[in-house]
């Protein structure tokens, strides 16, 4: 329909300016007395500021004299002034069609236009040519250069299409009432939104019926809402805490301010200022990290680069860092609505500053290591030269979600298949418990969850009063879990979900053995040490092994009166002498770190068993893994 309209407008154009075109035209010192006296006229009601009486003078100028190229070139400025975008074009065509560069900056401002009416090949074209041929220099070259970058980006996106069929999201959740910003957890079982009645806007929540396939009818959350304004909100992964914009507030810092809601030992706490993380200016749109421990949002603080950008802090204890400016994703324009997807490395965000179809377009950036990727534009038609606002995807990627008022009128959420190339990574939500080994009682416990190649990268959770947990692992990628509780020896487990497999939700039963117990000073069990690795077929202590390591030495040093036995264990590859020493070598080799770190050695013994000492098949893989293994006793 865009396309159909824009040729319409093309059509039209080329007629009305078929007079325009000739060899010759008239100027302010060819024309007649008479045209010349109207022409006076007509700049000073321009500069009178009567703009509507202005354009009337010129157009009966253009009428009686086309080939007047002042006359034509001072309407399309007044046209374009007025915001009659199309009348403008047709004036600067027909002044173009004269002479192409009398004015070369007629080029520069029909480029413009096109530009924004989505005509980017004839966009480029006339920028181009400016740029050429019109010598522009200072700002006027830097915009010029600017909006032929993007003309050519848009051009190229409107020519390789990406898969767009949006509906509305089926079931109660859409209402003759505004809906907007549909939010998940990793379970895929809540739906947070807003909607806004009476010009007031709260936080609704919806849980999903597996068996009816939909979504129940929602409920709004009685805790948060206010007579305030409550939206622009993020969900942590485990549900466990809602960040949300508050305007406005008798305890806000600025305009609008960022503020957290959070659910410890199963009781919901009353919404709180994020503090420090506000600023005396506009702070919203806050996206968390997996566990609620780092948030993106948008700010127009001081010391940006543009006019909204993305900033990024996280939580150390009970205080967040100085807010830090994702330099490699802002602009000079704005950037807002940052959603971060459930792998903590793939942003989402609206942008006007980076090359798109127009206003506000979605892009995309990855995260490796500490750097972004450059920002990917999320293509046509998902963007258009209108203005596309905050994307967010559901865990299991089968839909990508937005707020339009495209059908209805007023704001609903919708849904669509998101293009293969702009997927992320495939998750899972993987749950866990937490007991008493001996009673099988709930333990509030720490869980940390963490890439081995990158120990620094964590994501922390706490358990609820029933020992439970809930976090995000990354198909085809090694996940290392600790749990620590006081007063236990702590769990290690390596886990990693195969990446042919779907999403889904993978449980962990997690019990821990108390160091003491009724005058026992030993553990029932071994601690297998699963994050602990070699090199292969050596007894080298691979970096990845730096964090259990850490663990270890922490559980020795704040239990001064224990002592451990650490063993070493092999699977029946090889020699069976060979295999006893290797397990004796890598046993060692933990033994000598602990001393290395200040661990008396009185309180430390090593043994190597070999490969007498199976837990599983050595007749697979797997089991052969199982076998090969560091643990440690508590004697």
Known sequence: ??????????????????????QHFTTIETISKKTAKAYDEALALRNGSMTEKAIAKLEGIVKSDPLFIDASLTLGALYY????????????????????????????????????????????????????????????????????????????????????????LP?????????????????????????????????????????????????????????????????????????????GRPDGVGSCDIYFWQRKYGIWQSPQNAGGINSKGWDSHPALTADGHGIYFSSDRPGGIGGRDIWYTERHGDRWTKPVNLAAINTPGNEESPFLYFDNQTLYFMSDGHPGMGDYDLFSSTKTGSAWSTPKNLGYPINT?????????????????????????????????????????????????????????????????????????????????????????????????????????????????????????????????????????????????????????????????TQELNLLHTLLTENPDIHIDIHGHTDNVGEETDNQILSEARASAVYDWLITKGIDASRLSFKGFGETRPVETNDTEEGRQENRRTEFVVR
């Open 385 to 545: 030269i209108g203005r596309e606002g905050a994307l967010t995807i559901h865990p299991n990627r089968e839909y990508a979600y937005f707020t339009s008022d495209r059908e209805t009128g007023q704001n609903d959420i919708y849904r669509f298949k998101l293009d293969s190339s702009l997927l992320p990574p495939l998750v899972s939500n993987l749950q866990g418990v937490v007991t008493d080994a001996s009673t099988g009682v709930p333990i509030i416990a720490t869980v940390i969850v963490y890439d081995p190649s990158d120990s620094l990268n964590q994501l922390h959770y706490t358990t609820d009063i029933e020992g439970k947990f809930s976090t995000v692992i990354v198909h085809g990628r090694p996940y290392g879990i600790h749990v620590v509780a006081q007063g236990y020896a702590f769990y290690s487990d390596q886990v990693m979900v195969h990446d042919t497999l779907p999403y889904g939700q993978y449980v962990v039963k997690v019990q821990l053995t108390s160091l003491k117990r009724e005058g026992e000073t030993k553990t029932a069990n071994p601690v297998v040490l699963r994050n602990i690795e070699f090199e292969s077929g050596s007894a080298k202590l691979l970096s990845s092994s």
């Open 1 to 22: 329909m865009v396309r159909l309209f824009s040729f319409m407008i093309v059509l039209l154009s080329l007629s009305l300016c078929l007079q325009c075109s000739a």
């Open 81 to 168: 002034e007025n915001a009659q975008v199309n009348e403008a074009a047709n004036a600067f065509e027909c002044a173009i069609a004269l002479d192409s560069f009398y004015m070369p900056r007629a080029l520069y401002s029909l480029g413009r236009i096109y530009l924004q009416r989505g005509e980017f090949f004839k966009a480029s074209q006339l920028l181009q040519r400016y740029l050429e041929r019109g010598k522009p220099d200072g700002t006027h070259k830097t915009n010029a250069e600017e909006y032929l970058r993007k003309a050519k980006v848009a051009a190229l996106l409107v020519a390789h299409p990406v898969k767009f069929e949006p509906e509305l």
């Open 171 to 247: 079931g109660p959740i859409n209402t003759k009432e505004s809906e907007a910003l549909p939010a998940f957890t990793v379970d895929g079982q809540h739906l947070l939104y807003t909607r806004k009645v009476g010009g007031q806007e709260d936080l609704f929540i919806s849980y999903w019926d597996s068996v009816a396939n939909t979504w129940i009818s929602p409920e709004r959350m009685q805790v948060v809402n206010t007579s305030h304004n409550e939206g622009a909100h993020a969900v942590s992964a485990d549900g466990s805490m809602i960040a949300f914009t508050g305007c």
